[in-house]
């Protein structure tokens, strides 16, 4: 089973940036799409972005799109998610999931494997 652990978030002033990191341990990472997913106080969680395994697929949620940058590294098992023009709006805590089948998608049911978040806060 894939261990997924965030990092990266912090206290940020809008309109800065953020760069967060999941770092992958376990079974092999090998065909698995990652996804992130945000969820603020009071809110459902939210699909943010996903990434192939190839990393030629990707697919964001209209709310980012354009702001932030989703990438990955699979020879160090990192998915990476540059948050760029950073709104109040996007404080949330935000958590890397993992899809072992390969699918991308904005479900979170698709995904099996969570990490235990990061918070981005964003003053304004």
């Known amino acids: 089973q894939v261990q997924l652990v965030e990092s990266g978030g912090g206290l940020v002033q809008a309109g800065g940036s953020l760069r967060l990191s999941c770092t992958a341990s376990g079974r092999t990472f090998r065909g698995t799409t990652m996804g992130w997913f945000r969820q603020a106080p009071g809110k459902e969680r939210e699909f943010v972005a996903a990434i192939g395994w190839s990393g030629l697929t990707i697919v964001y949620s209209d709310s980012v799109k354009g702001r932030f940058t989703i990438s990955r590294d699979n020879a160090k098992n990192t998915v990476y998610l540059e948050m760029n023009s950073l709104k109040p709006e996007d404080a949330a805590v935000y958590y890397c999931?993992?899809?072992?089948?390969?699918?991308?998608?904005?479900?979170?049911?698709?995904?099996?494997?969570w990490g235990q978040g990061t918070q981005v806060t964003v003053s304004s």
């Open positions: 999931a993992a899809d072992v089948s390969g699918r991308l998608g904005a479900s979170g049911q698709n995904y099996e494997t």
